[in-house]
Nanobody, 125 residues
Framework: QVRLVESGGGLVQAGASLRLFCVASGRTFSSYGMGWFRQAPGKEREFVATINWSGTSTYYADSVKGRFTISRDNAKNTVYLQMNSLKPEDTAVYYC??????????????????WGQGTQVTVSS
């Protein structure tokens, strides 16, 4: 069992930055990959970024590449999403997820086993 708690969301203007946090508890954090997803009103949940167990491999959606950075601190059981140059289209509820079946990473929603409750990010124009 893994419990995930996100924080760091908020209301910002376009061009600003935010850093999201996701703290995990339960299983050994350094043994599995993590991901960030988002869901805007009326839309399906979509992949944002993913990272492997050690933090040495990452992958991003094209829409956020070059603006967002995913990282992790295994000593703190925490994964981060640094979001720069935010745009109104980044507005969504952001979720972190744990894929305990692999130490690698995945972009597929269905491979993730545990999800956080989400944190709202709103970007005004």
């Amino acid at each position: 069992q893994v419990r995930l708690v996100e924080s760091g969301g908020g209301l910002v203007q376009a061009g600003a930055s935010l850093r999201l946090f996701c703290v995990a508890s339960g299983r050994t954090f350094s043994s599995y990959g993590m991901g960030w997803f988002r869901q805007a009103p009326g839309k399906e949940r979509e992949f944002v970024a993913t990272i492997n167990w050690s933090g040495t491999s990452t992958y991003y959606a094209d829409s956020v590449k070059g603006r967002f950075t995913i990282s992790r601190d295994n000593a703190k059981n925490t994964v981060y999403l640094q979001m720069n140059s935010l745009k109104p289209e980044d507005t969504a509820v952001y979720y972190c997820a744990a894929d305990v079946g692999t130490p690698g990473y995945s972009i597929k929603t269905e491979t993730y086993d545990y999800w956080g409750q989400g944190t709202q990010v709103t970007v005004s124009s």
